[in-house]
């Protein structure tokens, strides 16, 4: 008799504080199946509105998704100081939104996730965005941000085969 294999559902987020992808990812098996994504336009008003709205939209999409894992990409080098402040506070505010969804995120690095995914860590948004279409059968895909969450979402799944479920 086979063993059933557990179904994993993962949230992948690429935060930022104008814009941040989300992808959730489930597998069962070697299946894998795009539950649902999106890009969260926080526009261009002031940092605590932006941040308090990209709270408010994760933790509606957790609660609709509810992911039992969680995968986050890693703060990589800003050239721009302010940039780098800005980021960081919405990557404190999407870890805190998962925290309060009892999930502890992995971090992944942008090259790690490309590589992962496409096999070149230097690989473009594009390249990323025809990979998750072509893997997830998604055509309708069309947010740099959102096929990057998916890809984190993805390279998530490839390095953590064995990991436990939680809940679903």
Same mark, same amino acid.
């Given at each position: 008799? $086979?063993? =059933? *294999?557990?179904?994993?559902? +993962? ?22 199946? %795009? ?16 941040? $308090?709205? &990209? ?6 999409? %957790? ?8 995968? +986050?990409? =890693? ?18 505010? $999407? &870890? %805190?939104? &998962?925290? *309060? ?9 942008? =090259? ?15 390249? +990323? ?14 947010? %740099?941000?959102?096929?990057? $969450?998916?890809?984190?979402? +993805?390279?998530?799944? *490839?390095?953590?085969? &064995? ?6």
């Amino acid at each position: 008799m $086979a063993l =059933a *294999h557990p179904v994993r559902r +993962v949230i992948g987020i690429d935060p930022g504080s104008i814009k941040a992808g989300w992808g959730v990812v489930e597998q069962s098996g070697n299946r894998l199946k %795009l539950i649902g994504s999106g890009t969260i336009k926080l526009g261009t008003g002031g940092l605590t509105e932006r941040i $308090a709205l &990209l709270y408010a939209k994760l933790r509606t999409i %957790l609660e609709e998704h509810q992911p039992n894992e969680a995968a +986050v990409e =890693a703060i990589f080098f800003q050239k721009n100081a302010d940039s780098a402040l800005k980021l960081g506070h919405a990557r404190g505010v $999407a &870890l %805190l939104a &998962l925290a *309060h969804s009892q999930l502890t995120p992995t971090e992944y690095a942008p =090259a790690s996730v490309r590589k992962s995914v496409i096999g070149n860590g230097a690989a473009d948004k594009v390249q +990323v965005r025809a990979m998750m279409r072509m893997m997830l059968g998604a055509p309708e895909l069309e947010g %740099l941000d959102e096929t990057d $969450a998916i890809a984190i979402a +993805v390279c998530h799944l *490839h390095h953590h085969p &064995l990991l436990t479920t939680r809940r679903l």
